[in-house]
């Protein structure tokens, strides 16, 4: 008589070594975990969590661009700031030595050449740049504003203003200035870039909701003041007067000081000057509170995505003391899997027959 017996029966069997498999793969699966932080490796991974958790990344992606802007907007303006704060120290000081010019003997020739210094200065002022962008240029950034700030004095602009500075006895003090106002006024015998004159723009920040702030007035025009004595004393624009202004002062000679007509011209160059500072302090102030809305923007940009941070990470990062305790228990399922699969493998026909 025989017997067939099957200890290891091939169900039981099966189902140890699926099981085995099983948390084996749970056990690469959160050592992933470990080594990523992520709770998947993609999107797919993250199941109903997948669609919200893509949207708070493309929202995080556009914040950070916005911030980007902001801290680059910040640094730009302050350059802007900083250059105009000089530039309206250079039209102050010069507005009040153009007032001792004929009460003090030899002054009229210092006063030119300091002027003629000051101009190339202020050119370069205006060329300020901040990472290869041109500061004052608008949206044509990569063009300087004035094209060669170190010939400012050999240059059509200064060449005009010098020929009719040289004829301010004969011409009189009104038509001098008045042909000067027209060399230096838009269509006129221009300092600035071709492209600036022709169509400058100024160039602007997004902040986000459709909110959008001026960087820095352009080279060739104020952004918020109102320039006094326009067609009189003044071109429109508080750079075009400081330029012609310091062109006037640096083509007078001491010979001209006795002219009657030197008087009354000086005074006419001193009211552009002090017309300059009111409006340039008034475009500074401007562009303070400019640059303050930048950064408020920019802090509410990463205020806002330190919340999306969080509320992605909640969908998307494991929790690695709770993944540590499941790697814990998952190896101590797969140690009894093993143990099992070896019991198993022990037995034989003997373990069953009686003694």
Do not use: H, W
């Not at 003090?104 to 370069?124: K, R």
């Not at 106002?181 to 004159?197: D, K, Q, R, V």
């Amino acid at each position: 008589m025989s017997f067939a017996i099957a200890p290891t029966d091939f169900g039981t069997l099966n189902q140890i070594l699926s099981s085995t498999y099983q948390v084996k793969a749970n056990i690469s699966q959160l050592s992933e975990e470990t080594a990523s932080g992520y709770l998947a490796s993609n999107y797919g991974g993250l199941g109903a969590n997948a669609a919200p958790a893509l949207n708070l990344t493309v929202e995080i992606a556009g914040n950070t661009a916005l911030q980007t802007n902001t801290q680059n907007a910040s640094t730009i303006q302050q350059a802007a700031q900083a250059a105009l704060g000089q530039i309206e120290s250079i039209a102050s000081n010069f507005a009040a030595q153009a007032t001792t010019m004929e009460t003090t003997e030899g002054a009229v020739g210092t006063v030119a050449a300091s002027a003629q210094s000051a101009l190339q200065q202020v050119a370069g002022l205006l060329n300020t740049q901040v990472g290869g962008v041109y500061v004052f240029a608008g949206q044509d950034s990569n063009t300087p504003p004035i094209p060669d700030p170190g010939s400012m004095t050999q240059s059509a602009f200064y060449t005009a203003i010098a020929t009719a500075v040289s004829n301010l006895g004969t011409n009189g003090a009104a038509a001098t200035t008045a042909a000067n106002l027209a060399a230096a006024s838009p269509g006129g015998t221009s300092p600035f870039s071709a492209s600036l004159e022709a169509a400058g723009a100024q160039s602007e920040v997004d902040l986000g909701g459709g909110e959008r702030v001026v960087l820095a007035p352009l080279a060739t025009t104020n952004s918020d003041a109102s320039s006094t004595g326009v067609g009189t004393t003044s071109t429109g624009s508080y750079t075009r007067d400081i330029l012609m202004s310091l062109a006037q002062l640096g083509s007078l000679t001491q010979a001209q000081a006795s002219d009657p007509n030197f008087l009354p011209f000086v005074q006419n160059t001193v009211a552009t000057l002090q017309g300059s500072v009111s409006a340039i302090n008034t475009d500074i102030g401007a562009l303070g509170i400019r640059q303050q809305m930048v950064t408020n923007a920019g802090t509410e940009l990463s205020a806002t995505n330190t919340v999306l941070q969080t509320q992605l990470g909640n969908l998307q990062d494991a929790d690695l003391s709770q993944v540590a305790a499941q790697v814990s228990q998952a190896q101590t399922q797969l140690q009894a899997s093993y143990q099992l699969l070896a019991n198993l493998g022990t037995l034989s026909l003997a373990k069953f027959l009686p003694a």
